[in-house]
């Protein structure tokens, strides 16, 4: 289920400023097993913040994320500086090729 909050791509965009890395201790957590993983899957992962620090500190492996809201994948398509495609598809029909 969609949180409307995140459908709209303006208040998407500013959750990252609510809630800034230092204060996200989740990803002093989980980033150290990305690192050591050869492709992650992040479902759920909004922004993409988690998946674009990975690739900063070094990750060469296949990063993808899926949202159920379009507003976050609205946002990291236009806030990353490498190629992060994002594309709608209703849960019963993801597969590999994402």
């Given at each position: 289920?969609?949180?409307?909050?995140?459908?709209?791509?303006?208040?998407?965009?500013?959750?990252?400023?609510?809630?800034?890395?230092?204060?996200?201790?989740?990803?002093?957590?989980?980033?150290?097993?990305?690192?050591?993983?050869?492709a992650?899957?992040?479902?759920?992962?909004g922004?993409?913040?988690?998946?674009?620090?990975?690739?900063?500190?070094?990750?060469?492996?296949?990063?993808?994320?899926?949202?159920?809201?379009?507003?976050?994948?609205?946002?990291?398509?236009?806030?990353?500086?490498?190629?992060?495609?994002?594309?709608?598809?209703?849960?019963?029909?993801?597969?590999?090729?994402?």
């Amino acid at each position: 289920m969609v949180d409307h909050l995140f459908a709209d791509p303006y208040l998407a965009a500013v959750y990252d400023a609510w809630h800034p890395r230092s204060a996200r201790d989740d990803y002093d957590f989980y980033l150290p097993r990305i690192l050591t993983a050869d492709a992650v899957l992040d479902v759920g992962c909004g922004t993409g913040t988690l998946l674009h620090e990975a690739r900063l500190a070094g990750h060469s492996g296949r990063l993808c994320g899926i949202d159920p809201a379009p507003g976050v994948l609205k946002s990291r398509t236009n806030a990353r500086g490498y190629r992060m495609g994002s594309r709608r598809s209703p849960i019963g029909r993801l597969d590999s090729r994402i």
